[in-house]
């Protein structure tokens, strides 16, 4: 093996005396040169915000991959092929596989059954939702997560590498002063030491030109900090559009699948509300038209008139109140017209809103739209979610 000898030993010289020097300092033995206030601030500075970089990054990692085993697994597979310099292929997230599950199992369960094909609407909403979200990680992880991981590990390293070669030097520095001041010392003893004093006098001021220019050095680095927060500004605004741009499709997406889901389960279920008012401890109303009531031409027959003597004598609409949970929302399927003022007209195709009360006759319910309020017939009905 090729090495100097005598560098190896100047090397462990220099380090043994810096040592000395550090250890000195901290047990107050020793004079430390100060780094002038601006440049103190601009080290403060460049920590502070490597500590928060750094825990932003690391949290935004947690926001994006909430897994910490495919987190690691993650970063594993993107390191191999960053190093054989390929394109890291797009991964299934969660709510893409769960629609794939969804439909397969619609396949299985049969598409035509109303579970089934159910299955299969949800499932594509799953993919739909799944593959926004991707493309919100594609983009937040170019966008935000890189420009922090390249100060991280490429800027804040040089920043660091320079800190350590100023501290370096200032300890030069010191141990310089420190043998300049035994020379003079030794000096006022006898005057065979002038060479040393001559000689430590040049040392120091060595010293102190590579301190000043490693200083100077460092000061410009930690100064780029400022340009480090207006890039990482920019990079932040880039995350809020994409996350913000990732919500909104996910809202439409639910209000399209809520849509589907009310289109089609209408008819599906007939007997949910009926359900719903049970649970809340108010009698529950008639169950709305079959399909093949729904789909025809002519409206239904008006139904009779309440004959419940109970209903008839005791129940005044102007002083119903609505009950605290149960209340519905309703399609009006056909015009009504109202036989008597306890009822209310209807108008095709407008919302209102609809209650039972103990005591109604099941073929009706109360309906409100906006101030006015009267008995509605449950068959020209669609009743909603």
């Known amino acids: 093996m090729d090495f100097n000898v005598k560098k190896l030993a100047s090397d462990a010289g220099v380090f043994f005396t810096r040592a000395v020097q550090y250890t000195e300092e901290k047990l107050g033995q020793a004079e430390k040169t100060e780094l002038d206030a601006h440049l103190e601030n601009l080290i403060a500075r460049a920590d502070c915000t490597k500590n928060w970089t750094e825990k932003i990054f690391r ?176 990079c932040l605004h880039e995350f809020v559009e994409a996350q913000a741009a990732y919500y909104a499709q996910c809202h439409k997406h639910m209000q399209d699948l809520q849509k589907e889901l009310s289109s089609a389960n209408g008819d599906t279920f007939p007997n949910a509300f009926a359900v719903n008012a049970s649970t809340s401890g108010v009698t529950a109303g008639p169950s709305p038209l079959s399909t093949d009531t729904l789909t025809g031409a002519s409206p239904p027959s008006r139904p009779p008139n309440p004959s419940n003597a109970l209903e008839s004598s005791t129940l005044k609409i102007e002083e119903v109140k609505p009950p605290a949970t149960g209340t519905r929302k309703a399609k009006v399927l056909y015009d009504y017209d109202a036989a008597d003022t306890s009822e209310l007209s209807l108008l095709a195709d407008e919302l209102i809103t609809v209650y039972t009360v103990p005591g109604m006759d099941p073929d009706w319910l109360i309906g409100e739209r906006g101030n006015q309020k009267g008995k509605v017939p449950v068959t020209y009905l669609e009743l909603l979610s």
């Open 59 to 234: 949290q935004t990692e947690v926001l994006l991959q909430p897994n910490p085993i495919d987190q690691t697994g993650a970063r594993i597979e993107e390191f191999f092929y960053e190093k054989l310099d390929r394109k890291i292929p797009s991964r299934t997230t969660n709510a893409e596989l769960l629609g794939q599950y969804m439909q397969d199992a619609a396949k299985e369960f049969g598409a035509g059954t109303p579970y089934g094909s159910t299955l299969i609407t949800v499932g594509e909403f799953q993919r739909r939702l799944g593959g926004a979200e991707r493309e919100f990680l594609q983009m937040s992880a170019i966008n935000f997560l890189t420009p922090l991981r390249n100060f991280l590990e490429g800027d804040w390293k040089t920043i660091s590498k320079e800190r350590r070669l100023l501290e370096n030097r200032r300890l030069d520095l010191d141990v310089c002063k420190a043998r300049l001041k035994k020379a003079k010392l030794a000096e006022a003893k006898a005057a065979l030491w002038s060479e040393e004093v001559d000689k430590a006098e040049h040392e120091l001021r060595v010293a102190q030109t590579e301190f000043d220019r490693q200083a100077e050095v460092t000061r410009l680095l930690l100064e780029g900090i400022s340009s480090t927060h207006v890039n990482h500004l920019r």
